[in-house]
Nanobody
Framework: QVQLVESGGGLAQPGESLSLSCAATGSIPRDAAMAWHRQGPGKQRELVAIITGGGRTVYGNFVKGRFTISKDNAKNMLYLQMYNLKPEDTAVYYC??????????WGQGTQVTVSS
């Protein structure tokens, strides 16, 4: 069983940076994909960024170079560095692991609020 715990959310002003972390426990295959998703108020959950087992990254169109996803396999950690935050980045950010056998796991989410 995989458990995911996000941390690092909070309040930021427009233009500031925040760093999110996701600690994973349990057995995660090296070919699993790990991702960040978010759900803003009144919006559907959307993909922020994904990193494959091989390290390939894909970002949502709205990221436009402002976010960086990374992982540390040895520590079972997933990170999201966010720069130049905008009010529209306000959302609950979720960590996700997708196993090739079809299993998927989600964290409880961490709130990011961008406001002046």
């Amino acid at each position: 069983q995989v458990q995911l715990v996000e941390s690092g959310g909070g309040l930021a002003q427009p233009g500031e940076s925040l760093s999110l972390s996701c600690a994973a426990t349990g057995s995660i295959p090296r070919d699993a994909a790990m991702a960040w998703h978010r759900q803003g108020p009144g919006k559907q959950r959307e993909l922020v960024a994904i990193i494959t087992g091989g390290g390939r990254t894909v970002y949502g169109n709205f990221v436009k170079g402002r976010f960086t996803i990374s992982k540390d396999n040895a520590k079972n950690m997933l990170y999201l560095q966010m720069y130049n935050l905008k009010p529209e980045d306000t959302a609950v950010y979720y960590c996700n692991v997708a196993i090739p056998n079809g299993s998927a796991y989600w964290g409880q989410g961490t709130q990011v609020t961008v406001s002046s």
